[in-house]
T-cell receptor
C-alpha cells in the first residue's frame, strides 16, 4: 500500500458545526502532515506529527485541532470555522521527519464553510 | 529563510513539443529538491527528487530535472508533452539538516494545445 487515503473527499459545513477530517496511511511512515491549499495557491503547512507527537503548529487557529491516535491515522477536528477556511485540506506522510524523504500526499478533502 | 521561485505562472505548449519549467531556490546550502504535479482538485504527486550525486534526475511520466548549483536552479523538462500533462506543477525545497518543512514555489500551470 503506497497511498495516503483521505476522507471525506468533499465536506460542506456550517459555521456552528463540528466535523472531522480523516487521513490514513499504511506505509510505516512516522511523520504525518496537514496542509491547507487555497485556490491557485501552493499548499501551506499547518501541522506536523512525528512519532504520533505534535512537532510543529504553524500558528494555526484553535478552531483547527489535530489528533494522531496512532502511527497510521491523523485527524483534523473542525469547529466554529469561518467561510475563509474553505479550502482543499491535504494530508501527507513521510518516512522520517525531514531528511529529504519526500512526502506522499493524499487527494485531499475539499471543505466548504457556509 | 529558504524560498522557491517559479517565474512562470502559466505556460502553454503544443502537444508533442518539449517543455521546460523553471525553478530557482534561495538557500545557503544545497537543499533537497522536489517537483510535484497536481491535477485539478487532486492531491500532489511526486515526479522526482534530488538529494545528491548525479545532477540529472529521472522521474515518472518521462520527466527529468537538472540541478545546477551555480544557478541555484532545478528546472523540470520533458522532451515531448502529452495532453494529459496539463496540470499545476510545484517545485519544492527542504533543508537537508534536521527537520525543515517542505516549502513550495507558487506553481506553474501548464496548458497543452492541440
Amino acid at each position: 500500500d503506497t497511498e495516503v487515503t483521505q476522507t471525506p473527499k468533499h465536506l460542506v459545513m456550517g459555521m456552528t458545526n463540528k466535523k472531522s477530517l480523516k487521513c490514513e496511511q499504511h506505509m510505516g511512515h512516522r511523520a504525518m502532515y496537514w496542509y491547507k491549499q487555497k485556490a491557485k495557491k501552493p499548499p501551506e503547512l499547518m501541522f506536523v506529527y512525528s512519532y504520533e507527537k505534535l512537532s510543529i503548529n504553524e500558528s494555526v487557529p484553535s478552531r483547527f485541532s489535530p489528533e494522531c491516535p496512532n502511527s497510521s491515522l491523523l485527524n483534523l477536528h473542525l469547529h466554529a470555522l469561518q467561510p475563509e477556511d474553505s479550502a482543499l485540506y491535504l494530508c501527507a506522510s513521510s518516512q522520517i521527519v525531514g531528511q529529504g524523504s519526500g512526502y506522499t500526499f493524499g487527494s485531499g478533502t475539499r471543505l466548504t464553510v457556509v | 529563510a529558504q524560498s522557491v521561485t517559479q517565474p512562470d505562472i502559466h505556460i502553454t505548449v503544443s502537444e508533442g513539443a518539449s517543455l521546460e519549467l523553471r525553478c530557482n531556490y534561495s538557500y545557503g546550502a544545497t537543499p533537497y529538491l522536489f517537483w510535484y504535479v497536481q491535477s485539478p482538485g487532486q492531491g500532489l504527486q511526486l515526479l522526482l527528487k534530488y538529494f545528491s550525486g548525479d545532477t540529472l534526475v529521472q522521474g515518472i511520466k518521462g520527466f527529468e530535472a537538472e540541478f545546477k548549483r551555480s544557478q541555484s536552479s532545478f528546472n523540470l523538462r520533458k522532451p515531448s508533452v502529452h495532453w494529459s500533462d496539463a496540470a499545476e506543477y510545484f517545485c519544492a525545497v527542504q533543508q537537508n539538516t534536521g527537520f525543515q518543512k517542505l516549502v513550495f514555489g507558487t506553481g506553474t500551470r501548464l496548458l497543452v494545445s492541440p
